[in-house]
Protein backbone atom coordinates (compact mmCIF):
# COMPACT_ATOMS: atom_id res chain seq x y z
CA UNK A 1 0.00 0.00 0.00
CA UNK A 2 3.12 2.04 -0.13
CA UNK A 3 2.76 5.09 -2.77
CA UNK A 4 5.98 5.82 -4.15
CA UNK A 5 4.94 8.07 -6.69
CA UNK A 6 1.85 10.05 -7.67
CA UNK A 7 0.41 9.03 -11.34
CA UNK A 8 -1.05 11.89 -13.18
CA UNK A 9 -4.72 10.50 -15.01
CA UNK A 10 -4.30 10.05 -18.82
CA UNK A 11 -7.71 11.11 -21.12
CA UNK A 12 -9.24 8.42 -23.10
CA UNK A 13 -8.03 7.81 -27.04
CA UNK A 14 -11.40 7.71 -28.54
CA UNK A 15 -12.51 5.13 -31.32
CA UNK A 16 -10.48 4.99 -34.26
CA UNK A 17 -13.37 3.93 -36.86
CA UNK A 18 -12.73 2.10 -39.90
CA UNK A 19 -16.04 1.48 -42.34
CA UNK A 20 -15.34 -2.31 -43.17
CA UNK A 21 -19.37 -2.68 -44.85
CA UNK A 22 -21.54 -0.49 -46.38
CA UNK A 23 -25.14 -0.99 -47.70
CA UNK A 24 -25.75 1.88 -50.32
CA UNK A 25 -29.61 3.28 -50.16
CA UNK A 26 -31.48 3.23 -52.92
CA UNK A 27 -34.96 5.05 -54.01
CA UNK A 28 -36.95 1.94 -52.16
CA UNK A 29 -35.07 1.34 -49.37
CA UNK A 30 -32.39 2.07 -46.92
CA UNK A 31 -28.45 1.18 -46.35
CA UNK A 32 -26.80 0.42 -43.45
CA UNK A 33 -22.62 1.38 -42.74
CA UNK A 34 -21.06 -0.95 -40.42
CA UNK A 35 -17.72 -0.12 -38.87
CA UNK A 36 -14.95 -1.05 -36.22
CA UNK A 37 -12.05 0.35 -33.83
CA UNK A 38 -8.70 -0.37 -34.72
CA UNK A 39 -7.50 -0.03 -31.28
CA UNK A 40 -10.15 -2.20 -29.59
CA UNK A 41 -12.31 -3.44 -32.23
CA UNK A 42 -14.98 -2.59 -31.28
CA UNK A 43 -18.36 -2.32 -33.66
CA UNK A 44 -21.22 -0.21 -34.35
CA UNK A 45 -24.11 -0.23 -36.73
CA UNK A 46 -26.14 2.73 -38.05
CA UNK A 47 -28.67 3.24 -40.46
CA UNK A 48 -28.74 5.12 -43.42
CA UNK A 49 -32.40 6.41 -44.67
CA UNK A 50 -33.34 6.20 -47.94
CA UNK A 51 -31.96 8.09 -51.47
CA UNK A 52 -34.85 9.23 -53.33
CA UNK A 53 -32.23 10.04 -56.28
CA UNK A 54 -30.49 6.73 -56.04
CA UNK A 55 -32.48 5.45 -59.75
CA UNK A 56 -31.39 2.28 -61.52
CA UNK A 57 -32.39 3.39 -64.83
CA UNK A 58 -33.45 1.28 -68.08
CA UNK A 59 -32.08 1.70 -71.76
CA UNK A 60 -35.26 3.61 -72.62
CA UNK A 61 -38.24 3.20 -74.63
CA UNK A 62 -39.09 5.54 -77.78
CA UNK A 63 -42.47 6.43 -76.35
CA UNK A 64 -42.73 9.11 -79.46
CA UNK A 65 -40.96 8.86 -83.11
CA UNK A 66 -39.20 11.43 -84.14
CA UNK A 67 -41.29 13.00 -87.70
CA UNK A 68 -39.61 14.69 -90.05
CA UNK A 69 -41.06 18.07 -88.38
CA UNK A 70 -41.91 16.71 -85.00
CA UNK A 71 -38.97 15.92 -82.16
CA UNK A 72 -39.52 12.23 -80.85
CA UNK A 73 -39.59 11.12 -76.65
CA UNK A 74 -37.28 8.96 -75.31
CA UNK A 75 -38.90 8.03 -71.87
CA UNK A 76 -36.56 6.05 -69.43
CA UNK A 77 -37.91 4.25 -66.06
CA UNK A 78 -36.84 3.01 -62.73
CA UNK A 79 -35.91 -0.86 -62.46
CA UNK A 80 -36.63 -0.99 -58.94
CA UNK A 81 -40.42 -0.65 -59.67
CA UNK A 82 -40.58 3.22 -57.31
CA UNK A 83 -42.52 4.73 -60.70
CA UNK A 84 -39.78 7.15 -61.31
CA UNK A 85 -39.39 7.75 -65.24
CA UNK A 86 -37.44 11.11 -66.99
CA UNK A 87 -37.64 11.77 -70.51
CA UNK A 88 -35.39 13.06 -73.48
CA UNK A 89 -36.19 14.47 -76.73
CA UNK A 90 -34.84 12.96 -79.94
CA UNK A 91 -33.74 14.61 -83.25
CA UNK A 92 -35.88 15.06 -86.01
CA UNK A 93 -35.68 11.82 -88.31
CA UNK A 94 -36.12 12.96 -91.87
CA UNK A 95 -36.75 9.46 -92.76
CA UNK A 96 -40.07 9.13 -90.83
CA UNK A 97 -42.59 11.25 -92.67
CA UNK A 98 -45.69 12.32 -90.75
CA UNK A 99 -48.13 12.68 -93.30
CA UNK A 100 -47.47 10.34 -95.98
CA UNK A 101 -49.83 9.33 -99.08
CA UNK A 102 -48.66 6.85 -102.33
CA UNK A 103 -48.45 3.47 -103.75
CA UNK A 104 -46.20 0.32 -104.09
CA UNK A 105 -44.82 -0.61 -106.75
CA UNK A 106 -47.90 -2.44 -109.17
CA UNK A 107 -46.12 -4.50 -111.88
CA UNK A 108 -47.49 -4.06 -115.48
CA UNK A 109 -49.67 -6.79 -116.65
CA UNK A 110 -50.56 -8.39 -120.25
CA UNK A 111 -53.21 -5.58 -120.59
CA UNK A 112 -53.56 -2.72 -117.76
CA UNK A 113 -50.22 -0.19 -117.20
CA UNK A 114 -48.30 -0.31 -113.60
CA UNK A 115 -46.61 2.21 -112.35
CA UNK A 116 -43.10 2.57 -110.07
CA UNK A 117 -43.68 3.45 -106.18
CA UNK A 118 -44.70 7.09 -105.06
CA UNK A 119 -45.28 8.87 -102.20
CA UNK A 120 -45.93 12.69 -100.54
CA UNK A 121 -45.22 14.25 -97.57
CA UNK A 122 -47.95 16.64 -96.63
CA UNK A 123 -46.15 17.83 -93.84
CA UNK A 124 -42.73 18.63 -94.89
CA UNK A 125 -43.26 18.54 -98.80
CA UNK A 126 -40.85 16.17 -99.87
CA UNK A 127 -41.54 13.07 -102.73
CA UNK A 128 -41.33 10.74 -105.26
CA UNK A 129 -42.97 10.72 -108.44
CA UNK A 130 -44.42 7.60 -109.85
CA UNK A 131 -43.02 6.31 -113.15
CA UNK A 132 -45.43 4.60 -115.73
CA UNK A 133 -44.41 0.89 -116.55
CA UNK A 134 -46.26 -0.02 -120.13
CA UNK A 135 -48.28 -3.14 -120.25
CA UNK A 136 -46.30 -6.00 -121.76
CA UNK A 137 -48.78 -7.39 -124.21
CA UNK A 138 -49.13 -10.81 -123.87
CA UNK A 139 -46.99 -13.67 -125.26
CA UNK A 140 -48.27 -16.29 -127.63
CA UNK A 141 -45.00 -17.48 -129.39
CA UNK A 142 -41.73 -17.16 -126.81
CA UNK A 143 -43.15 -18.96 -123.61
CA UNK A 144 -46.87 -19.29 -125.12
CA UNK A 145 -48.53 -21.14 -128.15
CA UNK A 146 -51.36 -21.70 -130.27
CA UNK A 147 -53.47 -25.01 -129.82
CA UNK A 148 -55.81 -25.86 -132.96
CA UNK A 149 -59.18 -26.44 -132.60
CA UNK A 150 -59.41 -30.73 -132.26
CA UNK A 151 -63.19 -31.79 -132.35
CA UNK A 152 -63.86 -34.04 -129.46
CA UNK A 153 -63.95 -38.02 -129.87
CA UNK A 154 -66.69 -40.05 -127.84
CA UNK A 155 -63.75 -41.19 -125.34
CA UNK A 156 -62.40 -38.24 -125.85
CA UNK A 157 -62.41 -34.82 -125.58
CA UNK A 158 -61.78 -31.89 -127.64
CA UNK A 159 -60.69 -28.22 -127.48
CA UNK A 160 -61.54 -25.17 -129.10
CA UNK A 161 -58.78 -23.35 -130.83
CA UNK A 162 -56.88 -20.97 -128.51
CA UNK A 163 -53.98 -19.02 -128.12
CA UNK A 164 -51.87 -19.78 -124.70
CA UNK A 165 -50.25 -16.79 -123.22
CA UNK A 166 -46.99 -17.49 -121.10
CA UNK A 167 -47.39 -14.22 -118.74
CA UNK A 168 -50.51 -14.38 -117.25
CA UNK A 169 -51.43 -18.17 -117.84
CA UNK A 170 -54.58 -17.23 -119.69
CA UNK A 171 -56.19 -18.63 -122.96
CA UNK A 172 -57.48 -16.14 -125.54
CA UNK A 173 -59.82 -16.58 -128.76
CA UNK A 174 -57.33 -14.57 -130.67
CA UNK A 175 -54.01 -13.26 -130.81
CA UNK A 176 -54.24 -9.48 -130.60
CA UNK A 177 -51.22 -8.25 -128.68
CA UNK A 178 -53.67 -6.82 -125.63
CA UNK A 179 -56.66 -9.19 -126.27
CA UNK A 180 -59.13 -9.03 -123.21
CA UNK A 181 -61.09 -12.08 -125.07
CA UNK A 182 -60.36 -14.79 -122.25
CA UNK A 183 -61.76 -18.08 -123.01
CA UNK A 184 -62.84 -19.92 -119.32
CA UNK A 185 -62.88 -23.67 -120.60
CA UNK A 186 -61.61 -24.59 -123.91
CA UNK A 187 -62.02 -27.92 -123.44
CA UNK A 188 -64.90 -29.74 -125.75
CA UNK A 189 -66.24 -32.78 -123.49
CA UNK A 190 -66.48 -36.25 -125.30
CA UNK A 191 -69.57 -36.93 -127.07
CA UNK A 192 -70.59 -40.31 -126.07
CA UNK A 193 -70.84 -43.46 -128.29
CA UNK A 194 -74.36 -42.95 -130.29
CA UNK A 195 -75.37 -46.74 -130.74
CA UNK A 196 -77.51 -48.77 -133.11
CA UNK A 197 -78.19 -51.91 -132.76
CA UNK A 198 -77.03 -54.78 -135.39
CA UNK A 199 -79.12 -57.79 -135.91
CA UNK A 200 -77.53 -61.01 -136.02
CA UNK A 201 -76.56 -62.43 -140.29
CA UNK A 202 -76.29 -65.81 -140.54
CA UNK A 203 -73.61 -67.27 -141.80
CA UNK A 204 -74.09 -69.21 -145.54
CA UNK A 205 -71.49 -71.88 -146.45
CA UNK A 206 -69.37 -69.83 -148.72
CA UNK A 207 -68.80 -66.63 -146.13
CA UNK A 208 -69.31 -65.97 -142.34
CA UNK A 209 -72.03 -64.56 -140.87
CA UNK A 210 -71.89 -61.96 -137.76
CA UNK A 211 -73.14 -61.46 -134.30
CA UNK A 212 -75.73 -58.83 -132.95
CA UNK A 213 -74.15 -56.02 -131.19
CA UNK A 214 -74.24 -52.44 -130.81
CA UNK A 215 -72.81 -50.26 -133.48
CA UNK A 216 -71.40 -46.64 -132.61
CA UNK A 217 -72.39 -44.54 -135.81
CA UNK A 218 -69.75 -41.89 -135.11
CA UNK A 219 -66.79 -43.95 -134.39
CA UNK A 220 -67.47 -47.22 -135.66
CA UNK A 221 -66.91 -49.24 -132.88
CA UNK A 222 -68.49 -51.79 -131.89
CA UNK A 223 -69.81 -53.36 -128.55
CA UNK A 224 -71.70 -56.35 -126.79
CA UNK A 225 -74.69 -55.97 -124.66
CA UNK A 226 -72.96 -55.55 -121.48
CA UNK A 227 -70.69 -52.59 -123.01
CA UNK A 228 -67.38 -54.61 -123.94
CA UNK A 229 -66.00 -53.34 -126.96
CA UNK A 230 -65.35 -56.25 -129.33
CA UNK A 231 -62.62 -56.50 -132.11
CA UNK A 232 -63.45 -56.37 -135.69
CA UNK A 233 -62.59 -59.98 -136.18
CA UNK A 234 -65.15 -60.87 -133.39
CA UNK A 235 -67.94 -60.20 -134.83
CA UNK A 236 -67.57 -63.00 -137.22
CA UNK A 237 -69.69 -66.01 -137.13
CA UNK A 238 -67.61 -69.27 -138.89
CA UNK A 239 -68.89 -70.51 -142.18
CA UNK A 240 -71.06 -73.43 -141.82
CA UNK A 241 -69.66 -75.15 -145.15
CA UNK A 242 -67.12 -78.34 -144.37
CA UNK A 243 -65.74 -77.41 -147.85
CA UNK A 244 -65.47 -73.69 -147.39
CA UNK A 245 -61.41 -72.60 -146.86
CA UNK A 246 -61.83 -69.23 -146.75
CA UNK A 247 -59.82 -67.43 -143.68
CA UNK A 248 -61.02 -64.16 -143.86
CA UNK A 249 -59.14 -61.22 -141.95
CA UNK A 250 -60.09 -57.28 -141.56
CA UNK A 251 -57.66 -55.15 -144.47
CA UNK A 252 -57.56 -51.51 -143.13
CA UNK A 253 -56.42 -50.39 -146.52
CA UNK A 254 -60.05 -51.34 -148.25
CA UNK A 255 -62.04 -51.23 -144.91
CA UNK A 256 -63.69 -54.90 -145.98
CA UNK A 257 -62.68 -58.09 -144.52
CA UNK A 258 -60.32 -60.21 -146.72
CA UNK A 259 -60.14 -63.60 -147.49
CA UNK A 260 -56.10 -64.78 -147.12
CA UNK A 261 -56.36 -68.05 -149.16
CA UNK A 262 -57.42 -66.87 -152.50
CA UNK A 263 -57.31 -62.71 -151.53
CA UNK A 264 -59.72 -62.06 -154.46
CA UNK A 265 -62.81 -62.03 -152.07
CA UNK A 266 -63.89 -59.46 -149.69
CA UNK A 267 -67.17 -59.27 -147.27
CA UNK A 268 -68.56 -56.01 -147.11
CA UNK A 269 -68.77 -55.28 -143.17
CA UNK A 270 -72.27 -53.64 -143.81
CA UNK A 271 -74.04 -55.63 -145.75
CA UNK A 272 -71.81 -59.08 -145.41
CA UNK A 273 -72.25 -59.62 -149.32
CA UNK A 274 -69.56 -60.86 -151.12
CA UNK A 275 -67.46 -58.89 -153.41
CA UNK A 276 -64.83 -59.66 -156.31
CA UNK A 277 -62.43 -56.91 -155.03
CA UNK A 278 -62.84 -53.72 -153.05
CA UNK A 279 -61.00 -50.52 -153.61
CA UNK A 280 -60.03 -47.56 -150.86
CA UNK A 281 -60.83 -44.18 -152.16
CA UNK A 282 -58.31 -42.10 -150.47
CA UNK A 283 -59.35 -38.98 -148.06
CA UNK A 284 -56.32 -36.15 -148.92
CA UNK A 285 -55.59 -33.70 -146.92
CA UNK A 286 -52.83 -30.64 -147.19
CA UNK A 287 -49.81 -30.70 -144.48
CA UNK A 288 -47.80 -28.07 -144.73
CA UNK A 289 -44.43 -28.41 -143.10
CA UNK A 290 -43.42 -25.23 -141.44
CA UNK A 291 -39.74 -26.03 -141.69
CA UNK A 292 -36.89 -25.20 -143.92
CA UNK A 293 -34.27 -28.01 -142.55
CA UNK A 294 -32.88 -30.32 -145.15
CA UNK A 295 -34.02 -33.20 -143.58
CA UNK A 296 -37.35 -32.59 -144.60
CA UNK A 297 -38.08 -33.83 -148.21
CA UNK A 298 -41.16 -32.34 -148.67
CA UNK A 299 -42.13 -29.19 -147.46
CA UNK A 300 -45.88 -29.70 -148.29
CA UNK A 301 -47.47 -33.25 -149.11
CA UNK A 302 -51.50 -34.66 -149.34
CA UNK A 303 -51.97 -37.41 -146.46
CA UNK A 304 -54.74 -39.57 -146.25
CA UNK A 305 -56.90 -39.58 -143.21
CA UNK A 306 -58.33 -43.14 -143.72
CA UNK A 307 -54.72 -45.47 -144.71
CA UNK A 308 -52.11 -42.89 -143.55
CA UNK A 309 -50.64 -43.05 -146.97
CA UNK A 310 -48.86 -39.59 -148.35
CA UNK A 311 -48.88 -38.40 -152.09
CA UNK A 312 -47.31 -35.75 -153.98
CA UNK A 313 -50.31 -34.86 -155.30
CA UNK A 314 -53.93 -33.69 -154.45
CA UNK A 315 -55.24 -36.54 -156.82
CA UNK A 316 -53.10 -39.10 -155.10
CA UNK A 317 -51.77 -40.87 -157.81
CA UNK A 318 -47.69 -40.63 -156.97
CA UNK A 319 -47.28 -41.86 -153.37
CA UNK A 320 -44.44 -41.03 -151.45
CA UNK A 321 -42.29 -43.50 -149.91
CA UNK A 322 -40.45 -41.38 -147.55
CA UNK A 323 -41.44 -37.87 -145.84
CA UNK A 324 -37.78 -37.51 -144.66
CA UNK A 325 -34.40 -37.20 -146.42
CA UNK A 326 -31.99 -39.73 -145.33
CA UNK A 327 -29.43 -38.61 -147.63
CA UNK A 328 -28.99 -35.12 -146.26
CA UNK A 329 -26.19 -35.10 -143.81
CA UNK A 330 -24.76 -32.37 -141.63
CA UNK A 331 -21.41 -29.93 -141.48
CA UNK A 332 -19.83 -33.47 -140.29
CA UNK A 333 -20.92 -35.79 -143.53
CA UNK A 334 -23.07 -37.35 -140.78
CA UNK A 335 -26.55 -37.97 -141.61
CA UNK A 336 -28.88 -35.38 -140.69
CA UNK A 337 -31.89 -38.04 -139.13
CA UNK A 338 -30.84 -40.47 -137.06
CA UNK A 339 -33.28 -43.37 -135.28
CA UNK A 340 -33.14 -43.37 -131.43
CA UNK A 341 -34.69 -47.14 -130.08
CA UNK A 342 -36.27 -46.14 -127.69
CA UNK A 343 -35.89 -42.67 -126.75
CA UNK A 344 -33.47 -40.48 -124.79
CA UNK A 345 -35.07 -41.75 -120.88
CA UNK A 346 -35.88 -45.33 -122.01
CA UNK A 347 -39.66 -44.87 -121.50
CA UNK A 348 -40.63 -44.18 -125.13
CA UNK A 349 -40.65 -45.96 -128.27
CA UNK A 350 -37.86 -45.24 -130.94
CA UNK A 351 -38.05 -41.92 -132.75
CA UNK A 352 -36.55 -40.27 -135.50
CA UNK A 353 -35.05 -37.08 -135.04
CA UNK A 354 -33.01 -34.49 -136.63
CA UNK A 355 -29.48 -34.65 -134.63
CA UNK A 356 -27.79 -31.10 -135.92
CA UNK A 357 -30.51 -29.56 -137.86
CA UNK A 358 -34.03 -28.55 -137.05
CA UNK A 359 -34.32 -30.68 -133.82
CA UNK A 360 -38.02 -32.05 -135.01
CA UNK A 361 -39.11 -35.36 -134.14
CA UNK A 362 -40.83 -38.06 -135.99
CA UNK A 363 -42.79 -41.45 -135.67
CA UNK A 364 -41.83 -44.08 -137.53
CA UNK A 365 -43.93 -43.47 -139.82
CA UNK A 366 -42.14 -39.98 -140.54
CA UNK A 367 -44.83 -37.78 -139.06
CA UNK A 368 -43.55 -34.69 -137.51
CA UNK A 369 -44.42 -34.44 -133.96
CA UNK A 370 -45.42 -31.44 -132.48
CA UNK A 371 -45.59 -29.84 -129.35
CA UNK A 372 -43.68 -26.75 -128.18
CA UNK A 373 -44.26 -27.61 -124.22
CA UNK A 374 -41.90 -31.17 -125.02
CA UNK A 375 -38.43 -31.53 -125.18
CA UNK A 376 -36.46 -34.55 -125.93
CA UNK A 377 -36.69 -35.60 -122.69
CA UNK A 378 -40.14 -35.82 -122.07
CA UNK A 379 -41.41 -37.91 -124.99
CA UNK A 380 -43.16 -40.17 -123.73
CA UNK A 381 -45.73 -43.57 -125.70
CA UNK A 382 -48.79 -41.50 -125.38
CA UNK A 383 -46.96 -38.62 -127.11
CA UNK A 384 -47.01 -40.71 -130.24
CA UNK A 385 -50.66 -42.11 -129.81
CA UNK A 386 -49.15 -45.63 -128.52
CA UNK A 387 -50.76 -47.71 -125.61
CA UNK A 388 -47.51 -47.80 -123.61
CA UNK A 389 -47.89 -51.93 -122.88
CA UNK A 390 -49.87 -52.74 -125.57
CA UNK A 391 -48.11 -50.51 -128.55
CA UNK A 392 -50.76 -49.50 -131.50
CA UNK A 393 -54.09 -51.44 -131.96
CA UNK A 394 -55.13 -52.24 -135.63
CA UNK A 395 -58.52 -54.93 -136.05
CA UNK A 396 -57.63 -57.69 -133.97
CA UNK A 397 -53.85 -56.89 -133.89
CA UNK A 398 -51.86 -55.02 -131.13
CA UNK A 399 -48.73 -54.04 -132.37
CA UNK A 400 -45.61 -53.03 -131.27
CA UNK A 401 -42.57 -51.20 -133.57
CA UNK A 402 -39.33 -52.94 -133.93
CA UNK A 403 -36.60 -50.92 -135.40
CA UNK A 404 -33.88 -53.53 -136.35
CA UNK A 405 -30.93 -51.82 -137.76
CA UNK A 406 -29.95 -47.81 -138.30
CA UNK A 407 -30.42 -48.49 -142.52
CA UNK A 408 -33.90 -50.73 -142.83
CA UNK A 409 -37.38 -49.55 -142.00
CA UNK A 410 -38.75 -51.34 -138.77
CA UNK A 411 -41.37 -53.38 -138.92
CA UNK A 412 -44.69 -53.89 -136.51
CA UNK A 413 -45.39 -57.63 -134.63
CA UNK A 414 -48.22 -58.29 -133.50
CA UNK A 415 -48.62 -59.66 -129.59
CA UNK A 416 -51.30 -61.75 -130.38
CA UNK A 417 -50.44 -64.33 -133.83
CA UNK A 418 -46.89 -63.09 -133.70
CA UNK A 419 -47.39 -61.83 -137.39
CA UNK A 420 -45.64 -59.31 -138.66
CA UNK A 421 -46.26 -56.36 -140.66
CA UNK A 422 -44.72 -53.50 -142.13
CA UNK A 423 -45.29 -49.87 -141.16
CA UNK A 424 -48.31 -49.36 -143.31
CA UNK A 425 -49.84 -52.49 -141.16
CA UNK A 426 -49.97 -54.50 -144.14
CA UNK A 427 -48.21 -58.66 -143.48
CA UNK A 428 -45.26 -58.90 -144.90
CA UNK A 429 -42.72 -61.87 -144.35
CA UNK A 430 -39.28 -61.57 -143.00
CA UNK A 431 -37.88 -61.77 -145.92
CA UNK A 432 -39.47 -58.52 -147.21
CA UNK A 433 -38.42 -56.56 -144.41
CA UNK A 434 -34.91 -57.37 -144.72
CA UNK A 435 -35.29 -55.35 -147.85
CA UNK A 436 -36.29 -52.52 -147.34
CA UNK A 437 -34.15 -50.33 -147.94
CA UNK A 438 -34.76 -46.42 -145.69
CA UNK A 439 -33.13 -44.40 -148.33
CA UNK A 440 -29.73 -43.64 -146.49
CA UNK A 441 -28.08 -46.30 -148.69
CA UNK A 442 -26.71 -45.40 -152.16
CA UNK A 443 -26.79 -48.35 -155.26
CA UNK A 444 -24.01 -47.86 -157.09
CA UNK A 445 -22.95 -49.71 -160.14
CA UNK A 446 -19.21 -49.86 -161.09
CA UNK A 447 -17.30 -49.89 -164.34
CA UNK A 448 -17.34 -54.41 -164.10
CA UNK A 449 -21.20 -54.27 -163.85
CA UNK A 450 -21.26 -55.06 -160.42
CA UNK A 451 -23.73 -53.46 -157.70
CA UNK A 452 -22.68 -51.92 -155.39
CA UNK A 453 -25.24 -51.00 -152.08
CA UNK A 454 -23.03 -48.69 -150.46
CA UNK A 455 -23.27 -46.89 -146.75
CA UNK A 456 -21.42 -43.80 -145.92
CA UNK A 457 -18.87 -44.14 -142.78
CA UNK A 458 -17.23 -41.07 -141.10
CA UNK A 459 -14.45 -42.79 -138.50
CA UNK A 460 -12.51 -41.51 -136.40
CA UNK A 461 -9.25 -42.17 -137.91
CA UNK A 462 -10.15 -42.10 -141.32
CA UNK A 463 -12.03 -39.21 -143.60
CA UNK A 464 -16.12 -39.94 -144.70
CA UNK A 465 -15.98 -42.67 -147.29
CA UNK A 466 -18.63 -45.51 -149.05
CA UNK A 467 -18.76 -49.19 -147.48
CA UNK A 468 -20.50 -52.22 -149.72
CA UNK A 469 -22.64 -53.72 -147.42
CA UNK A 470 -22.60 -56.93 -150.08
CA UNK A 471 -18.76 -57.03 -150.47
CA UNK A 472 -16.74 -54.56 -148.00
CA UNK A 473 -14.88 -52.44 -150.41
CA UNK A 474 -14.61 -49.03 -149.87
CA UNK A 475 -15.12 -46.05 -152.09
CA UNK A 476 -14.56 -42.24 -151.38
CA UNK A 477 -16.68 -39.20 -151.90
CA UNK A 478 -16.55 -39.07 -156.05
CA UNK A 479 -17.51 -43.07 -155.76
CA UNK A 480 -14.13 -44.24 -156.87
CA UNK A 481 -12.83 -47.71 -155.60
CA UNK A 482 -10.36 -47.04 -153.08
CA UNK A 483 -8.69 -48.30 -150.18
CA UNK A 484 -8.42 -46.87 -146.70
CA UNK A 485 -4.81 -46.43 -147.05
CA UNK A 486 -5.53 -43.98 -149.66
CA UNK A 487 -7.86 -41.65 -147.73
CA UNK A 488 -6.46 -38.77 -146.74
CA UNK A 489 -7.29 -36.24 -144.01
Not at 44 to 68: Q, S, V
Not at 265 to 292: N, R, W
Not at 414 to 437: L, M, Q, W, Y
Request: charged letters at 25%.
Amino acid sequence: GEIIEAQEPIAALGHDWKLVHEKVPTCIEGGKDAKTCTRCNAAEIEDLPKDENNHEWDDGTITTPATCVNLGVKTYTCKRGCGASYTENLPLNPDNHAAVTGEPVQPPTCTEDGHTNWWHCSACGEGVDSTTLPKTGHDFTTNGYFVEAKDPTCTEPGNVAYYYCGRCEQCYSDDAQYSENVIAEVEIPAAGHSLEDREEIAPTDERPGRIAHKHCTVCGKNFADNGDELGILDLLISATGEESTHEYVWDAETEHYKCTVCESKYIDPDTFEVVSGATHTHTLTLIEVDCDCDCHKYKEYYQCTGCGKNFEDEAGETEIEHLLDFTATNYSGNPLVVWHPEGWDGECVGFWCCDDGCGHLFDEHENMYVDDNSGWDSITYEAFGIDPENGRTEGDHTLTWVQEDDYFVGHYTCSHCDGIFDRNCNPVTEEDISKIALGILKVFTDGENVEHVLKWILPDEYPGHYECLDCGEVFNAALEKVTLDDLEW
